[in-house]
């Protein structure tokens, strides 16, 4: 499984952006997918993620009522609607599924907002 980010910039406070996961390989093996992200100086956190089917969803404190993770599962993409972004959330975000045996990650595409 293959995966690739897409989608980051450089926003202001307040903005919006919808980051995307391009898949490949061999899907049929994946069950949720989630979004992390890693700012500098700091450690790989959790963001959200979403089980089979756009079933349930999770999110991590600091993003919850902003961001909406979404998978299409017709296009093999998982999506990051980020909304009234906020400096704090600068950081190169990374893609992840997961599947019974493994877990694999995209490369990641970085997010800047300035106040």
């Known amino acids: 499984v293959q995966l690739v980010e897409s989608g980051g910039d450089s926003v202001q406070t307040g903005g919006s952006l919808r980051l995307s996961c391009a898949m490949s390989?061999?899907?049929?093996?994946?069950?949720?997918m989630r979004w992390y992200r890693e700012a500098p100086g700091k450690q790989r956190e959790f963001v959200a993620r979403?089980?089979?089917?756009?079933?349930?969803?999770n999110y991590a404190g600091p993003v919850k009522g902003r961001f909406t993770i979404i998978r299409d599962d017709s296009k093999n993409t998982l999506y990051l609607q980020m909304n009234n972004l906020k400096p704090e959330d600068t950081a190169t975000y990374y893609c992840?599924?997961?599947?019974?045996?493994?877990?694999?990650w995209g490369l990641g595409t970085q997010v800047t907002v300035s106040s």
């Open positions: 992840m599924a997961e599947s019974e045996d493994a877990w694999y």
């Open positions: 390989g061999d899907t049929s093996s994946i069950n949720g």
């Open positions: 979403i089980g089979t089917g756009s079933g349930t969803r």
